[in-house]
C-alpha cells in the first residue's frame, strides 16, 4: 500500500518551453503532497506543499510563477516548470503524506529527472 | 539552511559488518524519520521515531533518538551489497513538513 507515482521518469526539453510533471498517490486519498528538488548528490529540498483545492504554499526563495503547483483532486497534484532553463535540470520528487499508527508519514514517489538543453 | 546534519557523509564497508550513521539536529522535533534513496531513484521510508521515543527497531535497522543530544543515529546490522544506498534523516518540525539532512552514501562491498 502507499504507491505514489510520477509522470514522466525523465523528459529533455529544450530553454524556454514548459514541462508538466504529474504526481499521484495510487492507492490513498492524500490532502497533502509535496514537491522537492535534489541535486546530483545532494539532498532533497522542499520548494513547496500542495494542498488540495486551495493554494499551493511555496518555500522561500522558489518562485511561485515559475513552478506552477496545482493539486486538482486527493489523488493528483502537478508541478510545472515554465520557461525552463539549464539552471532548472534537476532530479523532481513528489511526495503523499498518509496519518499512520506512528505518526504522519511521506511516500515518495520514483521521481522525476528533468534535462533541459 | 538545512535542520539535519548527516555524519559521516561517506561510508565504505565490507558484507557483513555492521554501518551506523548519524543525525544532528538544531529545533525541537514531532518526530524524526530515516529514508534510503538508490541512486537515481526516490525514497524509500524507512523507519519514524517519535520525540518521545528512544529507539526503534526494524528488521536490520535499529534507531535511536536523543533529544537532549538533538540527535539520532541509524544502524544496519550485517550489512548486504543491496543496502548500498544513500540514507537521510528528516525532521518533521511542525505541519507535517520534512527538512532533510545532507544525507550518507553508503557503500557496502561484497
Known amino acids: 500500500g502507499a504507491v505514489v507515482s510520477q509522470h514522466p521518469s525523465w523528459v529533455i526539453c529544450k530553454s524556454g518551453t514548459s514541462v508538466k510533471i504529474e504526481c499521484r498517490s495510487l492507492d490513498f486519498q492524500a490532502t497533502t503532497m509535496f514537491w522537492y528538488r535534489q541535486f546530483p548528490k545532494q539532498s532533497l529540498m522542499l520548494m513547496a506543499t500542495s494542498n488540495e483545492g486551495s493554494k499551493a504554499t511555496y518555500e522561500q526563495g522558489v518562485e511561485k510563477d515559475k513552478f506552477l503547483i496545482n493539486h486538482a483532486s486527493l489523488t493528483l497534484s502537478t508541478l510545472t516548470v515554465t520557461s525552463a532553463h539549464p539552471e532548472d535540470s534537476s532530479f523532481y520528487i513528489c511526495?503523499?503524506?498518509?496519518?499512520?499508527?506512528?505518526?504522519?508519514?511521506?511516500?515518495f514517489g520514483p521521481g522525476t529527472r528533468l534535462t533541459v538543453t | 539552511s538545512q535542520q539535519g546534519e548527516e555524519d559521516p557523509q561517506a561510508l565504505s564497508i565490507q558484507e557483513g559488518e555492521n554501518a551506523t550513521m548519524n543525525c544532528s539536529y538544531k529545533?525541537?522535533?514531532?518526530?524524526l524519520q530515516w529514508y534510503r534513496q538508490n541512486s537515481g531513484r526516490g525514497l524509500v521510508h524507512l523507519i519514524l521515531i517519535r520525540s518521545n521515543e528512544r529507539e526503534k527497531h526494524s528488521g536490520r535497522l535499529r534507531v535511536t533518538l536523543d533529544t537532549s543530544k538533538k540527535s539520532s543515529s541509524l544502524l544496519i546490522t550485517a550489512s548486504r551489497a543491496a543496502d548500498t544506498a544513500s540514507y537521510f534523516c528528516?525532521?518533521?518540525?511542525?505541519?507535517?513538513?520534512?527538512?532533510f539532512g545532507g544525507g550518507t552514501r553508503v557503500l557496502v562491498k561484497p
Open positions: 528528516a525532521t518533521d518540525v511542525a505541519g507535517n513538513k520534512l527538512t
Open positions: 529545533t525541537s522535533i514531532n518526530n
Open positions: 511526495s503523499a503524506g498518509l496519518l499512520a499508527g506512528a505518526g504522519y508519514e511521506q511516500y
